[in-house]
């Protein structure tokens, strides 16, 4: 029989991969001393972990549709398990980088399974506030990752973040093998071509996962970046850790400050076009105040952005795609997972925070300006 899923479990399922990317964050300036690489190169592990995760999103998804949401997720669940112990034990950096980008496949079942198991169970009306829920969970789950990462990273290097992430997915897998329900109620046929080819013909689509990949870049971007920039100005990374502290109050207004908007009715439209603005405000003060700790501060902006505009994009994104929901989230997620990748990638090259999330900002209000 067929249940709705906790939520509880399902905020935690998705915030799983953030706290996974993130925790990783404080650990790059150990693994460039570890392994005798730049920064540059440490940091384009975070763009190689997003690229694999788009690929994972596409084979879990399509997965989900014919064997069911529960297996799939069990699957990848033990796969990024394995993975994880084996960033443990390695010696080498390529190896490393091999064993980032099979734990990326590997946990990206956590957030294209979820969703797709959301959108199962909840209609039209409840997904808005369920993904709002779930925002509040995303938007955290850097912040324990960070400070975790932090933490673990000042107390035995890169070391005890691959040895904690190794314990956090045994945990998650025993939990789930109890307490995850199946939620697909019919299985339809597969159609990839015909479902793949309506989405590219879909301007909203593209829309949806371009401001989807730049609202996660300009957040990304600090974890990308931060840590590098914190070792120049004379602080660790166990202070960087404790940064997500200050981006944490930026989490709990950006979320709040949504569930208000939504509850008053305020459109998606109006929504978007505030979390742009937060976004370019964010950028300019981060360019100005780059060269001192107190860059910090309009990063709550960039935060509360990233807290308002994800929620309310995921939750229409995929609203004419319900009856191959696993597919069509695959493919979409395929899509701004790449676009992410891609820019974070850009974003290692370019080393500029301030100028990365002012892109980021100038060209999420242009695709919302020309959204009808």
């Known amino acids: 029989m067929n249940t709705k899923p906790s939520l509880w479990l399902m905020v935690l399922l998705l915030m799983f991969p953030q706290i996974v990317e993130t925790i ?27 690229s694999a995760f788009a690929f994972g999103v596409v084979v879990w998804g399509i997965l989900a549709d014919k064997l069911g949401r529960r297996p799939t997720m069990l699957l990848g669940l033990v796969i990024y398990s394995l993975a994880a112990l084996s960033a443990v034990l390695t010696d080498s950096f390529t190896y490393l980088m091999i064993a980032r980008a099979v ?22 009306k409840e997904l808005s506030k369920v993904f709002s829920l779930m925002g509040m969970g995303i938007s955290i789950s850097p ?7 932090g933490e673990l ?5 890169y070391h005890y973040v691959f040895i904690a992430l190794f314990i956090m997915a045994l945990v998650l897998v025993t939990y789930n093998l109890v307490a995850l329900p199946e939620t697909q109620k019919t299985k339809q046929p597969l159609k990839l071509k015909q479902l793949g080819l309506k989405m590219l013909r879909d301007i909203n689509i593209w829309r949806s996962g371009c401001l989807l990949a730049l609202f996660n870049i ?13 070792e120049q100005l004379g602080l660790s990374s166990q202070e960087f850790g404790y940064s997500g502290i200050v981006l944490g109050l930026g989490t709990f207004i950006g979320s709040y400050l949504n569930k208000y908007l939504i509850s008053k009715q305020i459109s998606l439209l ?4 505030l979390s742009a603005l937060l976004l370019i405000l964010g950028g300019i003060l981060v360019t100005y105040l780059i060269d001192s700790i107190w860059f910090l501060l309009p990063m709550i902006l960039v935060v509360m952005s990233f807290g308002i505009a994800i929620p309310n994009i995921l939750s229409v994104a995929l609203i004419d795609y319900k009856q191959q929901a696993g ?8 899509m701004y997972y790449l676009m992410i990748g891609i820019g974070l990638s850009l974003a ?10 002012l892109i980021c900002g100038i060209i999420s209000s242009l695709l919302v300006a020309f959204k009808k």
């Open 270 to 273: 109006r929504l978007l076009q």
């Open 24 to 50: 990783y964050s404080p650990a790059l300036g150990s693994i460039a001393d570890s392994f005798a690489v730049t920064y540059s190169q440490a940091s384009q592990t975070i763009s190689i972990y997003f």
């Open 348 to 357: 290692g090259a370019i080393q500029h925070l301030g100028i990365v999330l």
């Open 103 to 124: 734990s990326a496949f590997g946990i990206a079942v956590g957030s294209v399974i979820t969703q797709t198991m959301l959108r199962d169970a909840f209609d039209t």
């Open 153 to 157: 990273t000042q107390f035995g290097g």
């Open 218 to 230: 300009a957040l990304f971007s600090y974890y990308q970046l931060g840590a590098f920039k914190f």
């Open 327 to 334: 597919s069509a989230g695959a493919l979409f997620g395929l």
């Open 143 to 149: 912040v324990l990752g960070m400070l975790l990462g």
